[in-house]
């Protein structure tokens, strides 16, 4: 499986990214995809995952209610809608497929796209 992730920049606090993370190969072994964030300093954490079936969506207390994880099956692409962005969610952005059924534990993510710089402004 391969993870292509797109769609960071730089925004003003308050502002809205989207970032999408593209698959390819042998997506069929895919259980979950997820979003994972690593600020410089700290631990790599998660952020949102989804469900390969797209049913089921799962996000970390921080981001719950301004970040929206979504999934185009016609185009085997995960997207991470980001709104009300604050300084704190600035760090690197990562997609990852799990053949586990377990969104939040970067462990047991298989596949790793690379990634993308997210930087909000005060």
């Known amino acids: 499986v391969q993870l292509q992730a797109s769609g960071g920049g730089l925004v003003q606090t308050g502002g809205s990214l989207r970032l999408s993370c593209a698959a390819s190969?042998?997506?069929?072994?895919?259980?979950?995809m997820g979003w994972f964030r690593q600020a410089p300093g700290k631990e790599r954490e998660f952020v949102a995952g989804i469900s390969w079936a797209g049913s089921s969506t799962y996000y970390a207390d921080s981001v719950k209610g301004r970040f929206a994880i979504s999934r185009d099956n016609a185009k085997n692409t995960v997207n991470l809608q980001m709104s009300g962005l604050k300084p704190e969610d600035t760090a690197v952005y990562y997609c990852?497929?799990?053949?586990?059924?377990?969104?939040?534990?970067?462990?047991?993510?298989?596949?790793w796209g690379q990634g993308t710089q997210v930087t909000v402004s005060s």
């Open positions: 990852a497929a799990s053949t586990y059924n377990r969104v939040d534990a970067a462990k047991l993510y298989d596949y």
């Open positions: 190969g042998r997506t069929f072994s895919i259980y979950v």
